[in-house]
């Protein structure tokens, strides 16, 4: 685990191997624990990081007012601390759009974007009725007592969470913050990156399950539309947290992808 200051916040960060940096992004309700499936795997072959963003993990948590170009901005910092150049980038949901707005205001940063099951913001890629949909599930969630509070979103696997990562989700659901959900939902409900798409200059991966009922196989094909020469690879089976649900699917396609832009 690394720290790096930005802005008066601490991020955490994981950091294993050498080679070429990967930098993973996790979703909502998450950490960079998230990523351990890769940590394990590609370490042999790249500088493998997960971040714990602000407000989750071991980072420190998030201002009132921080915004989707602040979470950019510490982002920037991690990858500018591992003194290795531009790195790929890789989000999953929140993550995703996280991975965007860095490409936004820091593109020198960004070797390759790999954008997993995501969205240009909910604003961005969904009908306007799931979006407000999603921002009254979210108000009930947040509105519970703090011994009620469940942050586990709906629609996050094809089947049931794959039984070997269930402690680990349990793990991460017991350290969630509900301040810091606030702010992912709300900022991910008003996000519109859609002007950022047809900007991306980087050799660009949608990688998305082929069951995925959060962020459905519509949204990344509007990606592949407006992102040029974005490529895009199912994994069959699989739901919104492919990574997990995956694994071997998953790193092999990260690897290869990395492997031919590094």
Known sequence: MVMVQCNGLEVAYYRVGEGPPVVFLHGAAGDGRLWQPQLD??????????????????????????????????????????????????????????????????PDLVKTLILVDTYAGWKGSLPAEEVQARVEGARRMLAAPPDEFDPTLPGLFAGEPP?????????????????????????MAE??????????????????????VRSPLTVARQFQKAIPHSELVVIPGAGHVSNLERPQEFNRTVRDFCHAHS
């Not at 072959?45 to 979470?71: H, K, N």
């Open 191 to 212: 996000a519109d990156q859609r002007n950022v798409l047809p900007t991306i200059s980087v050799p660009t991966l949608l990688l998305w399950g082929e069951q995925d």
């Open 163 to 187: 039984a070997a990562y269930v402690p680990l989700l349990d793990a991460m659901d017991a350290a969630v913050r509900p301040d810091t959900m606030r702010t992912q939902l709300a900022l």
């Open 41 to 106: 795997v590609l370490s042999d072959a790249f500088t493998v990081v997960a971040w714990d963003e602000p407000g989750a993990g071991r980072s420190s948590d998030v201002p009132a007012s921080f915004g989707l170009t602040d979470y950019a901005h510490c982002l920037a910092a991690v990858v500018e601390s591992l003194r290795l150049g531009p790195a790929h980038i890789a989000g999953l949901s929140w993550g995703g759009t996280v991975a965007l707005e860095l490409y936004r205001h820091h």
